[in-house]
Structures are given as C-alpha cells and as structure tokens.
C-alpha cells in the first residue's frame, strides 16, 4: 500500500505539482499560487485520521507493507520534526501522524516504510521554489548557494536521521525527486551510510541515486522483469493525491490484472491510495479496493511469497509457482480450451480452479516416442474451462505436479 496525503489533500489536488504550476505526466494537476498552496498547512486537521482502518485494509487485502509520504516535494511534514515548524505537529491537528501510522502499521504486522522526499520546495535554503520560477522546466532549477545548501543538507540528514531513530525499526526508506540537483549534492554517499548505521535492516529504494536494494518502475509493468529485485507503483486513477477533479479510475479487474502480471514477472506492486483531508478515503476507491480484496481472499496464494511461473512461451497469459504448483492467470476468457506447453506431462497430479478446488479435465500429448520410452517428457497439456469456472475478475488455475523423481511419478 502507497498512501499519498498531505496538508493539501484538505483542497482536493494533487500533492506538490500544483505549486510549480503542475507537471505533463499528472494530467489532472492545476496550477495554485505557490502561497496559496502552502497556506492550507495551517488548517491541516484529519479527525477522521484512523490509521488502524488503513492497517486493516492493508491487511485484508493481504498486502504486506505500507509506504506514506511523510514529506512530500512540498516539504509540509507528517511527523514530530525539531528541524522546522512546517509539520503536522504544528498544525491544528497537532500530532505526529508518522507515529500514529506505525504503531497501527506495527499492531497488524504490516511492514513500515516512509516516503521522502530529497527536494523541498519549501526551504527557504533549497531553495524554496516561488511564483517567479514558474513554468517549472525540467534541468532547469534554482540553485542554491554552498552556503545555503550546506544549511539544507544538514537539514535534510536531521531529518532522516529523526525518521530512522524516532520510530523503532523502519523497514523501508523510499526517496524520490532526486532528479534536481547531483548524487554529489545530495551526498548520497553519506547519506546511505548513515541510513545503514542507523537501521541496518532497511530496504532503499533506487531513487537515492547510486544506491538502493530494489528498483522503482513508476505507473507500468516493465516488459522484462528487471534484474533487481523491484516494485511497481500504481494510482488507482492519475493522481498520486486526493483529486476529485481526476475520475479517471482503473476499473477493479484492471488492478487486479496489473497485480497478477506484477506477480507472474517477479515484483510486488505498491498500490496506492489517496486519502481525503479528513485522513478517510472516498467511496469510488473503496469499491475498487474492497473488489480486489474479495478477489484476494480466494487467490492470495496465487500471489503472494510466489515466484514467476512458466515462461511466456509456455503458456498465453501470466503465471506464479510455489513448490511443485504453478498458478495460471487467465487474463484472456478462453475458447473452450488452452494449451500449456513445455511441462513434465506424466507428473501432472491435477488441474484445478483455484477459487473451489473444482476439478478440470485436460488432455496431454508429447513426441510418441517419449511417450513410450521417456519417463519424464516435457508436453502440452490442454485443459478444458466451462464458461461457469471463469471468475468474473481474473480466473486462476492451478497445476500440481508430483516431485521429480519420486515414485509417486508416473
Ligand atoms: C513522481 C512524482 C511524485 C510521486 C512519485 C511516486 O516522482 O514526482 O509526485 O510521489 O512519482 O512514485
């Protein structure tokens, strides 16, 4: 679960973009006033911020770590920060909502990360992006004075550096923005150290540049699995932040099938959500989650602590393994039939619907002469779906094959 909330959620627009003007890849960002924009921080009151609702969501939906932005670009920070007075802390609200989000996140066994963000536009040492500097360009950035970036980079490790000492064990550290000033002006280097020494169990992200444990692919699925270990992130429609402006939504089974790909190559997905400024989230993405929850109650091991399945080749849709059961997910409705090729036809053990363990039938085939004298082909196997198998979101199929070389072989 990615969750995107700010102080700006309370208006209803994305977080940060609009105060440079918004940005061509957020169709759905607005320009605001940079003075503007930043004046709702001081009306920033979630009461109806409850993380354990989130954490039980997550649960539910057996997702299994949580990544909230505790600063965004727009430098207003969830949490309790002595290194400035641009927090939630100082708002109305008056708490730390990074401590509320991992204690809930904790109590449910859900992983914790924190999403932060290297730019601040906001400092007035980074420094702070202004009416003037509109349009914002991409390469073309404020620069800051080594004096004044001196400031901000000791800034900015205090505050990573309460982060990852405040809170107990944090399990992920996600940065971003890092694209406006070098790896050597964000001393990522020494950043990373530090990280280290503070929680030598945490994962990073490769958005501190030059480092990081996994890779990052943002709003698609990469056509090859990368050789890394990786994650995609997803918005359910093209806003990162609460924009009722924005109703382009994916529809559940679009979710659900991103989810399944995701899986068949190897990654997790980091789905997120946007909650309102009351810290709830609206009815259009609830139904979309609580679709794709009741999809996983039936079909999480299909997904989860799985590995890529069969090789594209194999088989006209994505796929998963545990042991010796490969998960298929049909994407595609069939015609009467579909064919798996390349697999050990005289262990296959059964060929089922994952969801009611109901029984398919299948046929198998290979070379004639393996069939006689080769105790382990490889073949096809064609197994027949009726229509009332198909699951109205994604249908899973599994394949058991006995071990090989057992005696239970046949
Ligand atoms: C981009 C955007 C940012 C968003 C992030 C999520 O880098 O700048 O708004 O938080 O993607 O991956």
Not at 89 to 103: A, H, L, T
Not at 273 to 299: N, Y
Request: negative net charge.
């Amino acid at each position: 679960m990615f969750i995107h909330w700010g102080q700006s959620s309370q208006r209803g627009c994305e977080l940060s973009w609009p105060l440079v003007g918004g940005v061509f890849s957020l169709p759905f960002c607005n320009n605001i006033p940079v003075d503007e924009y930043h004046s709702t921080a001081a009306t920033f009151n979630p009461q109806k911020y409850n993380p354990q609702d989130w954490a039980q969501l997550a649960k539910r939906m057996g997702m299994q770590y949580a990544i909230l932005t505790v600063k965004h670009h727009d430098g207003f920070a969830m949490f309790d920060t002595e290194q400035s007075d641009f927090s939630s802390k100082n708002s109305p609200y008056g708490k730390d909502i990074v401590r509320e989000f991992v204690d809930a996140m904790r109590s449910h066994g859900i992983h914790i990360g924190l999403y932060f963000s290297l730019i601040d536009w906001h400092h007035p040492d980074y420094p702070a992006f202004t009416e003037a500097d509109k349009p914002y360009v991409f390469g073309q950035y404020r620069q800051p004075t080594l004096k004044q970036w001196e400031r901000f980079t000791d800034f900015m490790f205090a505050q990573v550096q309460e982060l990852l000492t405040n809170y107990g064990p944090i399990d992920i550290i996600w940065f971003d923005g890092s694209w406006e000033r070098t790896p050597e002006q964000w001393q990522a280097q020494k950043l990373n150290d530090l990280i280290r020494s503070l929680q030598p169990n945490i994962l990073i992200n490769d958005r501190l540049p030059g480092f990081g444990d996994f890779s990052t692919p943002e709003q698609f699925i990469p056509p090859q699995p990368p050789e890394s270990a990786w994650e995609t992130c997803m918005t359910i429609n093209e806003s990162w932040g609460y924009n009722p402006a924005d109703t382009h939504f994916k529809t559940a089974r679009q979710l659900i099938h991103a989810l399944c790909e995701v899986a068949g190559k190897g990654g997790n997905l980091l789905l997120n959500i946007s909650p309102m400024g009351d810290g709830t989230i609206q009815p259009e993405l609830v139904k979309r989650l609580t679709a794709v929850e009741t999809w996983m109650a039936k079909h999480s091991e299909s997904i989860l602590e799985t590995q890529p399945g069969l090789e594209p080749w194999q088989f006209y849709g994505t796929s998963t393994r545990k042991e010796n059961r490969v998960y298929l997910h049909l994407l595609l409705k069939p015609y009467d039939t579909f064919t798996v090729r390349g697999v050990p036809i005289k262990r296959v053990k059964s060929v089922q619907i994952l969801a009611n363990a109901r029984e398919l039938n299948y046929t198998k085939r290979c070379a004639i002469i393996d069939t006689l004298l080769n105790p382990d082909p490889l073949g096809e196997l064609t197994i027949t779906v009726p229509e009332s198998a198909l699951d109205p979101y994604a249908t899973v199929i599994t394949i058991d094959f006995t071990p090989e070389n057992t005696d239970e072989a046949i």
